[in-house]
């Protein structure tokens, strides 16, 4: 039964984390614009962050400490002040962007425009933390979740060319519009490798309290979960690469993706699409809100836990109140919920390495993992392809703002 | 034992398990005849603060100054209280007293919000 505990928490940490609207808005761009030939960024995001929320699984399991509490104390106030900044920042901006695409289903199914959603869905989100339990949300959000198997379903329905998608595994360079290219491979990174994810997933392992005999299936639910999220981000890329590519449709709009499985699946498609962009962005909102109210009270030594009523954590709920209000207000104000995710999930890209550096330093440090440090393969690829995601995002950013 | 890595930003635990913030100075006792002793731990927002930056303190006294709990210097706990370096550090004081900001948003913000 734990098992079955944990792989909830893999699933959840998946579907809230890696398939929301980053996700979905990034890939389905990708494969409108360039095809199946920008796979390989998922493929990369993935094993990115299989590695990631391994290790981060693998730290609670081992030292008892969740990401930001080790943080703190190992580089002191200075470092962990830095990475708040930050995550305070680019959480608030996706947030708004989760709470944008669950008003963006809702403008689907009945008309009315997104912004006249954004109050009335951060509320739900908000409910959900302040009367829900840990337990609930994250077996809710899983199973409700399944319905994103849609995508898969879809894309295997539309018979894609084996030859190009196994083409667009390898990284290749752009024929056509190299700004674009760059800047969508960013945010696909950016959307696959969201820190958030694996602050909750920590904080998540230490609420279940993990130990040292969890190693094991800490590394299977991380792989597991999160080429789970890999699949089904690579199944709407390819659908949108079916869909839209051969008719030059560009997916810049909301109203254009819900045509995403139309073709594959008829209205019941419509209704699947609408189902798994709310469940997703639902998802992620709650994880972000939660993360955010983790950071503050791990870094500071708050009470905090989603299992403890909201006066009994009284600083820990401000913070996922006062992030949700902020964020819906965002969203009311018009701002475009697509443009603003491809903008902040290649954010997301240009500063993960204030994120990935000093969590590696952790896992290397055998006064918190003991035996259990980081292998060759994981620190280098983690280094890799965080330095490399941040040097393109640098470039890629201010071309793309310049081509508007 | 390294004050810096063993105690320094180390998370404080009460006597009852409650969280109740993190270890943000030492307060150490220069003797003549002696090496200096720890005399007690510090823990407190304005504490943190003025180790980001002296200029972040100020900002945040001037932030606080209007409303806020009255008492929000350092808790100061004596060294004979701490009991257990570990993962935490365990010590012999109830987290009420020490946690005037917790309170304080409590009684008036998230307390006052139905279903609290």
Known sequence: MSKLLKIALGIFTSIGGFLEIGAIATTAQAGAAFGLRLIWAVVLGTICVIFLVEMSGRLAAVSHHTIKDALRERFGPRVFALTLVSDVLINLLVLAAEIGGMSLALQLVTGISFRWWAIPVGFLTWLLLWKGTFGLIEKGVSLLGMVAVAFVIGAWKLHPPLDDLFAGVLPSMPSDRPALYWFTAVSILGAAISPYLFYFYSAGAIEDHWDEGDIGANRAVATVGMSFGGVLATAVLVVAAMVFYPVGIEAERGEQLALLLTSPLGRLGFYLFVATLFICCLGAALELALSTAYCFAQGLGWNWGENVRPRDAARFSLIYTVMIVAASLLMVSGIDPLQLTLFSMALTSLILPVVTIPFLILMNDADYVGEHGNGWISNIAVIVISLLASVVALVAIPLQLLAG | ?116
């Open chain 2, 1 to 116: 034992m390294e004050i810096g890595r063993e105690i320094l930003d180390q998370q404080l635990v009460d006597r009852t398990g409650q969280d109740m913030g993190k270890v943000d100075g030492i307060v150490l006792e220069l003797r003549d005849d002696a090496p200096p002793r720890i005399a007690a731990l510090l823990t407190g927002g304005h504490l943190l603060a003025r180790r980001v930056h002296p200029r972040l303190e100020a900002w945040a006294r001037r932030l606080t100054a209007r409303w806020g709990p009255e008492n929000r210097e350092p808790l100061r706990i004596p060294w004979p209280k701490v009991k257990k370096i570990g993962v935490d550090v365990k010590v012999d004081v109830a987290a009420d007293e020490a946690m005037p900001w917790e309170h304080w948003v409590r009684d008036h913000i998230i307390g006052r919000i139905p279903g609290a």
